[in-house]
């Protein structure tokens, strides 16, 4: 078989059968459509451990992130995998393929003091009733008071609201679903913009069920969340560019420093590992330190 076919037939595999996220499945084919450049007209099992070094090691040359040489030795690991397991080849030249190890960089997070103030600014700017500093407030104080994705926020509907109990039913990485709680200041803001604004965007198009809209009505989408939160977050966190992520990482953060226990927090975030949640017990460890040398005399 030949591997531009194998390729495109585990791209399907990955999106129709192990449902993982598009921006995945978008990597995934990237990189296997980097090995196919590399490798040349070949034969699936005409690849060996020797071809796929090679690639890697252009790909080093190249100047690629840690991170991304990470990400492409495992979209080999699972695209041989894969083939192995359909018996498309014999022996898997993946299973000697070394990893790079990962840099973790801790991830931007916002003080818990800047992060009341940009919300109290927030709900000063929509006291007026202005639809979109409404909705801009409700947006902010959900992504904060709850530690959802920015993909996940963009998909709620009406009905995966409960702002009685003050949750939100998201669909998150491989279409996994969970419940997740959010604060009395989230469930002010997002009522408000419910009765007050989400009725505005909703006439001007069909929105359908979506909860956040856009000026035109119609769903919102990730990069009008995006541009919003680094315009009000980036001068909170000294940081030239920034996303909702930080909001997430922030949350997750002030959740360890506030004692939650750490499955908890797993479960709130939607992480599959409890490796993926423990990075923020490093930033509560980073504080802590920061402020014993900032504050102890012997320090």
Not at 179 to 201: D, E, K, L, M
Request: charged share 25%; net charge positive.
């Amino acid at each position: 078989m030949q591997l531009e076919a194998a390729a495109e037939a585990f791209t399907t595999y990955l999106t129709q059968v192990r449902r993982l996220s598009a921006a995945t499945v978008r990597a995934y084919r990237t990189d296997l459509r980097d090995l196919l450049r590399s490798a040349g007209d070949v034969e699936l099992g005409e690849i060996d451990l020797e071809v796929l070094r090679e690639w890697m090691w252009t790909a080093t040359q190249r100047g690629d992130a840690r991170s991304t040489l990470a990400r492409r030795a495992a979209a080999a690991r699972s695209f041989f995998t894969w083939a192995k397991d359909e018996a498309l080849i014999t022996a898997d030249p993946s299973v000697r393929l070394v990893t790079p190890r990962r840099s973790r960089s801790l991830p931007t997070v916002a003080s818990a003091e800047g992060m009341r103030a940009l919300l109290d600014a927030q709900r000063s700017a929509a006291a007026d009733g202005d639809p979109v500093a409404l909705r801009d407030h409700a947006i902010l104080e959900l992504l904060y008071g709850s530690g959802i994705r920015v993909s996940e926020l963009c998909g709620i509907d009406i009905d995966d609201l409960d702002l009685d109990r003050a949750t939100v039913r998201v669909i998150g990485k491989g279409s996994k679903e969970r419940v997740v709680p959010f604060g009395v200041p989230a469930r002010v803001a997002v009522s408000g913009y419910v009765t007050r604004a989400r009725p505005v965007f909703t006439a001007r198009g069909g929105s359908g069920p979506a909860v956040f809209l856009g000026t035109r009505g119609a769903r919102i989408g990730p990069r009008t969340v995006y541009a919003l939160v680094a315009r009000v977050l980036a001068p909170i966190v000294g940081a030239d560019t920034v996303g909702p992520h930080a909001l997430r990482h922030s949350a997750a953060t002030h959740l360890l420093d506030g004692g939650a226990d750490l499955r908890a927090v797993q479960e709130i975030l939607g992480h599959a590992s409890l490796g993926t949640t423990q990075i923020y017990t490093h930033v509560s460890s980073e504080r802590l330190v920061s402020t014993y040398r900032l504050a102890h005399p012997r320090a």
